[in-house]
Nanobody, 125 residues
């Protein structure tokens, strides 16, 4: 049974930082590409960032977070991280991690087979 469990969300002031974690179980973690998506109230879920699985590790970010967010992974811990710096009120959302293989388009939600429940991030102005 595949499980993705996010943690690390919370309330932070604008300009602050948070680090989200997503712990995976039930999969050969190192072979899966991982991604973060977010959904703000009243809006559709949107892509945040992606990190590839095995081989040369590559990352890809949405323009809205590029330069502020960093995605990384620790295959020994079956965990992917999202370091969020210089947070803005518009970053407020539920952040979910996703896992998949054969991800030819990192921002395409339909390509990810497994999803976590999400963690709330609230940025106050």
């Amino acid at each position: 049974q595949v499980q993705l469990v996010e943690s690390g969300g919370g309330l932070v002031q604008a300009g602050g930082s948070l680090r989200l974690s997503c712990a995976a179980s039930g999969v050969t973690f190192s072979t899966y590409a991982m991604a973060w998506f977010r959904q703000a109230p009243g809006k559709e879920r949107e892509f945040v960032g992606h990190i590839s699985g095995s081989g040369i590790i590559t990352t890809y970010y949405a323009d809205s977070v590029k330069g502020r967010f960093t995605i990384s992974r620790d295959n020994a811990k079956n965990t992917v991280y999202l370091q969020m710096n210089s947070l803005k009120p518009e970053d407020t959302a539920v952040y979910s991690c996703a896992a998949g293989t054969g991800i030819w388009s990192p921002s395409a939600q339909r390509l990810y087979a497994y999803w976590g429940q999400g963690t709330q991030v609230t940025v106050s102005s």
